[in-house]
C-alpha cells in the first residue's frame, strides 16, 4: 500500500503570509497527486490535480509542484477565508489520502 | 447544475449490513468513474472504494475489502456500496464522489454532502 505522510500536521500564520504544505509518497507516484480544501461542516473541494494543475474555479493564490515521491502545496497570500484542512491524495495505485494539515489565522 | 445525493446511512449492529445509494443528475454518468470516501468524527480523509465508468473495473482499500461491495446502475444514474459484516471503525460520513473521468483512480472533482453510518450496539 502507498502511504502518504503531510507536513506539518497543523499551522497557524498571519493574513498575507506564505504557507507551503509537504505530502511525501513511501513510493514513486509519478504526478498522480491532487489536493483538497475542506471547511469546517462542509464536503472536501478540488484545488489541484496531476500535481501541479489549478482545478476550475480555483484562486490562483494557490499553487503546487513535486513528483515522484516529494510534493508541496502553496498558499502565496493567505486570506482568512484560507481556513480549512488541506489534504493530499494519491491516485497512481488506488487511492490514499494524507492525514491532512489544518491552517489557521493567526 | 451538477448533484450528488447520498442515502441509506443509519444506525447498524456490529455485524449487521447496510446498502449506501447515490443518486446523481447534472453529467453523463456513465462518462464518469466514481468512489466513496468516509470520514469518521473528527478524523481525516479515508478512500473506502471505487468504479470506473463501465463497471468492469473496482477497488477496495483494504480496511473494507472483502466487507463492502460496490456498484452502480448507469441507466438509473445510481452508485451503491453494499457494506456487510459492519464494524465500529466503519462509523463515519460516508461521501459519494465522482472522479474526474472514467476511471476510479483518478482526482475527485465532485461530492456529495455524505450519510452518516453508525455502527453501535
Known amino acids: 500500500d502507498i502511504q502518504m505522510t503531510q507536513s506539518p500536521s497543523s499551522l497557524s500564520a498571519s493574513v498575507g503570509e506564505r504557507i507551503t504544505i509537504t505530502c511525501q509518497a513511501s513510493q514513486d507516484i509519478s504526478d498522480y497527486l491532487n489536493w483538497y480544501q475542506q471547511k469546517p461542516g462542509k464536503a472536501p473541494r478540488l484545488l489541484i490535480y496531476?500535481?501541479?494543475n489549478l482545478a476550475i474555479g480555483v484562486s490562483s493564490r494557490f499553487s503546487a509542484s513535486g513528483s515522484r515521491t516529494e510534493f508541496t502545496f502553496t498558499i502565496s497570500s493567505l486570506q482568512p477565508e484560507d481556513t480549512a484542512t488541506y489534504y493530499c491524495?494519491?491516485?497512481?495505485?488506488?487511492?490514499?489520502f494524507g492525514g491532512g494539515t489544518k491552517v489557521e489565522i493567526k | 447544475e451538477v448533484h450528488l445525493v447520498e442515502s441509506g446511512g443509519s444506525v447498524v449492529r456490529p455485524g449487521g449490513s447496510l446498502r449506501l445509494s447515490c443518486v446523481v443528475s447534472?453529467?453523463?454518468?456513465?462518462?464518469?468513474?466514481m468512489s466513496w470516501v468516509r470520514q469518521a468524527p473528527g478524523k481525516g480523509l479515508e478512500w473506502v472504494s471505487g468504479i470506473n465508468w463501465s463497471a468492469d473495473d473496482t477497488g477496495y482499500a483494504d480496511s473494507v475489502k472483502a466487507r463492502f461491495t460496490i456498484s452502480r446502475d448507469n441507466a438509473k444514474n445510481s452508485l451503491h456500496l453494499q457494506m456487510n459484516s459492519l464494524r465500529a471503525e466503519d462509523t463515519a460520513l460516508y461521501y459519494c464522489?465522482?472522479?474526474?473521468?472514467?476511471?476510479?483512480?483518478?482526482?475527485?472533482?465532485?461530492w456529495g454532502q455524505g450519510t452518516m453510518v453508525t455502527v453501535s450496539s
Open positions: 491524495q494519491q491516485f497512481e495505485t488506488l487511492s490514499t
Open positions: 496531476d500535481a501541479s
Open positions: 464522489v465522482r472522479n474526474k473521468d472514467g476511471s476510479y483512480e483518478q482526482a475527485l472533482d465532485v
Open positions: 447534472g453529467f453523463t454518468f456513465d462518462d464518469h468513474g
